[in-house]
């Protein structure tokens, strides 16, 4: 048995991510605090223990505060230029560590309500894949993937039924799932038709231009031309920490064919997908450059950009 108390100080050098920490575990009468029949060997291993458990624990939160830290990078991905045929696809995939967010296509030139649209599905191998789709009479479509690398981001891309025939008849899609205990929140809209004559896609929310507004009903509408005989709406539903999206509309752009209308997102918020949306027909599509959202208007009276803005933990 040990009758007199002692001092014992050991001193433990943590290094994690390029910073060293010391921790400095001491222990004051040692009768008073471990059995005094103890060893001094098992003594000095259930401090060992204790000292493991606190490296431990430091470990966890130096994880936590990089995950936390680490900002979401979104970068544009685009398709070779589809055949001119009817229904001639044209498509893209994200990179294996990036999560697909949003996804549109443009009309390569000419040909009035030649776009099919596009969509997002799964290939083979069970990558998302942004696949646009030329109309009768087009020269060809492009297809652009919205691919981010943002921590714990999980997506689905859900479809709706066929709208109705008439003009301006729509197709929503609700985000409706949950992933890690989050809800889903729609990234990216879509708008896809096998019979052209699309108006364009958008997330529901309010339509004031240059001016961030929440997305309401948690849903993507695609919406009917005057000549089309109905649209489907694909959604990309994401979920990811603190997660929230915004719609943001462009000024409405000039009314000659090859007029851009663009926006962008306001500081804090990164853009995941890009929309054209017009009441008259005739656009011929959206795509994102230099982190602007940009849609370009065919035979009809104007079209509008229309940017999806979120941002989630590490704003």
């Not at 990558?127 to 981001?153: H, I, L, Q, S």
């Not at 993507?220 to 990811?240: D, E, F, R």
């Not at 929309?275 to 994102?288: E, K, L, Q």
């Not at 035979?299 to 940017?307: K, M």
Request: hydrophobic residues 30%; proline residues 3%; aromatic residues 8%.
């Amino acid at each position: 048995m040990y009758t007199n108390a002692f001092l014992f100080t050991v001193f433990l050098l943590v290094t994690s991510a390029g910073d060293a920490s010391v921790i400095s575990v001491q222990t004051c009468d040692v009768c008073d605090l471990y059995d005094v029949s103890a060893t001094t060997a098992d003594t000095v291993a259930r401090i060992s223990e204790n000292i493991d458990l606190i490296r431990n624990e430091i470990g966890q939160l130096k994880s936590k505060e990089c995950a936390t830290n680490i900002q979401p990078v979104c970068t544009t991905r685009q398709g070779l230029v589809s055949n001119t045929g009817d229904d001639d696809p044209s498509q893209v995939t994200c990179l294996e560590d990036e999560v697909m967010t949003g996804c549109s296509s443009l009309l390569q030139g000419g040909g009035h309500d030649s776009r099919d649209g596009e969509k997002i599905v799964f290939s083979v191998q069970g990558r998302a894949t942004c696949v646009a789709y030329n109309g009768v009479g087009g020269a060809g479509v492009r297809a652009f993937a919205r691919c981010c690398t943002w921590p714990d981001m999980t997506c689905y891309y859900p479809k709706s039924e066929k709208s109705e025939r008439q003009d301006d008849a729509i197709a929503e899609t609700v985000c409706d799932h949950w992933f890690n205990r989050r809800p889903t929140i729609p990234t990216g809209c879509m708008a896809y038709t096998p019979w052209t004559c699309i108006d364009g896609a958008r997330p529901v929310g309010d339509q004031s231009e240059e001016t961030t507004s929440p997305i309401t009903r948690n849903a993507c509408q695609a919406i009917n031309g005057y000549c089309g005989a109905g649209v489907y709406s694909y959604a990309a539903c994401c979920s990811a920490p603190d997660l929230e999206c915004g719609v943001k509309y462009s000024t409405k752009s000039g009314v000659d064919i090859g007029d851009i209308a663009e926006v962008w997102c306001d500081e804090g918020w990164t853009l995941t997908g890009c929309n054209s949306y017009t009441a008259w027909v005739g656009n011929h599509g959206a795509y994102i450059e230099d982190d602007t959202c940009k849609a370009v208007n065919g035979n009809g009276g104007g079209t509008w950009a229309v940017a999806t803005c979120c941002r989630g933990q590490h704003h």
